[in-house]
């Protein structure tokens, strides 16, 4: 699999899982992963998973518009930029929005060693 196929999966299977259970996307962190969500850091998978669980809505679409990646210089490791759209239920209008992922390879799969999200705001 190629570093874009395995990025594309990877967006794939994130945000289908935070969509449908984000209460599952804790497997994707570890003790040492960090979160910067809207400018406040949540540093490994407990505080990463209160952090997403508690979010003020239980419904979410994502739209994804574009997924760059590159490899990130340690062993097995690759940067993904993703950029889309997102609506929460009850709210009509979609939110645009940017994410950056570091990922790292475990003994069996990727995991997320840093995640960055933002609203995008015109």
């Given at each position: 699999?190629?570093?874009?196929?395995?990025a594309?999966?990877?967006?794939?299977?994130?945000?289908?899982?935070?969509?449908?259970?984000?209460?599952?996307?804790?497997?994707?962190?570890?003790?040492?992963?960090?979160?910067?969500?809207?400018?406040?850091?949540?540093?490994?998978?407990?505080?990463?998973?209160?952090?997403?669980?508690?979010?003020p809505?239980?419904?979410?679409?994502?739209?994804?518009?574009?997924?760059?990646?590159?490899?990130?210089?340690?062993?097995?490791?690759?940067?993904?930029?993703?950029?889309?759209?997102?609506?929460?239920?009850g709210?009509?209008?979609?939110?645009?929005?940017?994410?950056m992922?570091?990922?790292?390879k475990?003994p069996?799969?990727?995991?997320?060693?840093?995640?960055?999200?933002r609203?995008?705001?015109?």
């Amino acid at each position: 699999m190629t570093g874009e196929e395995l990025a594309k999966a990877f967006v794939d299977h994130y945000y289908k899982t935070f969509d449908a259970n984000r209460a599952l996307l804790a497997n994707l962190y570890q003790d040492h992963s960090m979160l910067t969500f809207e400018g406040n850091q949540f540093r490994g998978a407990q505080a990463i998973h209160e952090k997403l669980t508690g979010l003020p809505f239980q419904q979410c679409r994502h739209v994804i518009s574009t997924v760059d990646c590159q490899p990130s210089g340690m062993p097995d490791g690759m940067i993904v930029f993703v950029s889309g759209t997102l609506q929460v239920e009850g709210e009509q209008h979609v939110l645009k929005f940017s994410q950056m992922f570091h990922l790292l390879k475990g003994p069996t799969s990727f995991y997320v060693f840093n995640d960055i999200f933002r609203l995008n705001y015109a």
